[in-house]
């Protein structure tokens, strides 16, 4: 979920389990949005997107929920393996100017 | 290998100093983004450009400066009147226009003051 301050929400998983992430973004009007993944140091990379004419959409291993009505994004994994322990963070388009706007995000631990 | 580039991956600098970030992407995008990430928040806008030779103000631009005088480059100058410049830098570009363009991003750039 979304945070202020210094301390990200966390979410601990037994290796295998399934992962839910959850997002509410903040804008009526976003129509795009984008679940990112973060190590440690490194730059975000792009897991998967979905529309705002959509509700669900799939990708491997990875399932993103959208509820418009609430303004809430999930993100589903799948059988969770130690390399998906990141920070996991959702990213909303109201196609003002092309920008995102972030949220803080969620840390992922995947216990083996 | 197609992708955006950031160099240095790690930077120092001395109060008072301006220091440049590099940022160079071989995808042809036209649209490249700076953001900076602090610790427990989410990437916050600094500047962006969605053509050459043009970019905006994003929502924390105070303190910082950037050009584009080419399509692959969009460095940013951290300058002394930025006042907390200790942060992680992220580049980050894509295809622009109004269409449902994902942004790519680069490794990042973790800038300390001393």
């Known amino acids: 979920g979304e945070s202020v301050g210094l301390h990200l929400p966390t979410l601990s998983v037994q290796e295998g389990d399934n992962s839910i992430i959850n997002c509410a973004y903040s804008?009526?009007?976003?129509?795009?949005f984008i679940w990112y993944k973060q190590e440690s140091g490194k730059g975000p990379q792009f897991i998967i997107d979905?529309?705002?004419?959509?509700d669900k959409r799939q990708g491997q291993r990875v399932t993103v929920l959208l509820n418009k009505t609430v303004k809430h994004l999930s993100l589903q994994i799948a059988a969770t393996q130690p390399g998906d322990s990141a920070v996991y963070f959702c990213a909303e388009n109201p196609h003002t100017g092309n920008q995102f706007y972030f949220g803080t995000g969620t840390s992922l631990t995947v216990i083996p | 290998d197609g992708g955006i580039t950031q160099s240095p991956k790690y930077l120092f600098r001395k109060e008072g100093q301006n220091v440049t970030l590099s940022c160079e992407q071989n995808?042809?995008?036209?649209?490249m983004y700076w953001y900076r990430q602090d610790p427990g928040q989410g990437l916050r806008l600094i500047y962006y450009?969605?053509?050459?030779?043009?970019?905006q103000k994003g929502d924390i631009a105070e303190g910082y400066s950037v050009s584009r005088e080419k399509k692959e480059s969009f460095p940013l100058t951290v300058t002394s009147a930025q006042k907390n410049p200790t942060a992680f830098y992220l580049c980050a570009s894509s295809m622009g226009g109004l269409l449902y363009n994902e942004q790519f991003f680069g490794p990042g750039t973790r800038l300390t003051v001393l």
């Open positions: 450009s969605q053509i050459v030779n043009d970019f």
């Open positions: 979905i529309r705002s004419n959509m």
């Open positions: 995808l042809n995008h036209d649209a």
């Open positions: 804008n009526s009007a976003s129509d795009y």
